[in-house]
Nanobody, 117 residues
Framework: QVELVESGGGLVQPGDSLRLSCAAS????????MGWFRQAPGKQREWVAG?????????KYADTVKGRFTVSGGNGENTVVLQMNSLKPEDTGLYIC?????????WGQGMQVTVSS
């Protein structure tokens, strides 16, 4: 069974940067989309950023992160990276990666990102 393995979360101060990475443990088939969601305490899960078949050139962002976050493919074939700059306390939450491929819709378990002074 394919799993999405995430890394890079942690505790940072406002204004700091973090780089999140997510890699599939096996084949997901032809990739249709890759992206990131987040869920803050007491709130619903929200979409953060993603890209389609054309990769980085097709990247889109939620208004709350536009200009600060960058989503891109990683070094591996089924890898997606989220570079987060100028982090704010409101960016705190559980970050979850998602890869939609020909073999299914795959989700990571999520990793905590906390932005606090």
């Amino acid at each position: 069974q394919v799993e999405l393995v995430e890394s890079g979360g942690g505790l940072v101060q406002p204004g700091d940067s973090l780089r999140l990475s997510c890699a599939a443990s096996g084949s997901v088939g032809k990739i249709f989309a890759m992206g990131w969601f987040r869920q803050a305490p007491g709130k619903q899960r929200e979409w953060v950023a993603g890209m389609g078949r054309r990769g980085d050139s097709d990247a889109k962002y939620a208004d709350t992160v536009k200009g600060r976050f960058t989503v891109s493919g990683g070094n591996g074939e089924n890898t997606v990276v989220l570079q987060m700059n100028s982090l704010k306390p409101e960016d705190t939450g559980l970050y979850i990666c998602n890869i939609r491929g020909g073999l299914g819709d795959f989700w990571g378990q999520g990793m905590q990102v906390t932005v606090s002074s």
